[in-house]
């Protein structure tokens, strides 16, 4: 299970509570449920709610109450939003939330003597395989290393690693190599971007030393740079 060394919003895991969903500057109230397909809504506000950081804050909060919101919101996105999507299964989306599902996943299952365990890691096998075959297409800039995290995280906690770990990490070489310019900068020169890309790859330094996986030179390299 990989660590997660970053910090929570307790106002949002409050509003998620009361059915406030507050994403990119946007906020839907919707106290019945997840507006997951809403209408008249941005890329962005859809990007991050499908791509369940908010777990981070819920779990945060702590108590029954809030493990039971988390638990019910995945499943209910099992059941509506289990197909695919050009927004919801886009790559960096699709990365997102395997990294969070799987960083939380002993917070969502805990002791569950139900089908959910069952359900909840098929589900994440079948983004897994969905992720891993557009992992190279789908997205570009920042977006394909938000995907390369989210995939290197199910190969570390869903595979054999030994076996999978090497086509991800030789696509994060090259991506490393084409998108980090020689002063540290991100191609995409937006601070912004800057500051998540250079979260995503200590994540990525981080999980690969927990599975005892050696960190490749050019990420070391990267992150000094960055």
Not at 6 to 16: H, N, Q, V
Not at 76 to 98: H, I, S, T
Not at 105 to 112: E, H, I, K, N, R
Not at 164 to 192: C, V, Y
Request: glycine share 8%.
């Amino acid at each position: 299970v990989p660590n997660d060394p970053w910090p929570i919003d307790s106002k949002r895991a409050e509003a998620l509570f009361h059915g406030n969903y507050a994403f990119a500057g946007q906020e839907l109230r919707s106290p019945h449920g997840a507006p997951w397909l809403p209408d008249r809504i941005s890329e962005d506000w859809l990007a991050a709610l499908h791509g369940f950081e908010w777990l981070r804050d819920l779990k945060g909060h702590g108590g029954e109450a809030a493990q039971r919101l988390a638990r019910a919101l995945t499943i209910d996105w099992m059941e509506v939003c289990g197909q695919w999507n050009p927004v919801l299964w886009r790559a960096d989306v699709l990365g997102k939330r395997l990294a969070a599902l799987l960083t939380h996943a002993p917070f969502l299952v805990g002791d569950s003597a139900d089908d959910f365990a069952k359900t909840f890691y098929q589900s994440l096998a079948k983004q897994a395989r969905h992720l891993a075959r557009v992992i190279d297409q789908d997205v570009t800039g920042s977006r394909q290393i938000i995907a390369l995290r989210g995939l290197i995280y199910a190969t570390l906690c869903l595979s054999s690693a030994s076996r999978n770990l090497g086509p991800a990490l030789k696509i994060l070489d090259r991506t490393l190599s084409s998108q980090i310019l020689p002063d540290g900068g991100h191609i995409e020169r937006s601070p912004r971007h800057q500051c998540r890309v250079l979260g995503d790859l200590g994540d990525i330094r981080e999980i690969l030393n927990e599975a005892g996986e050696p960190t490749p030179q050019r990420l070391i390299q990267t992150l000094d740079q960055m």
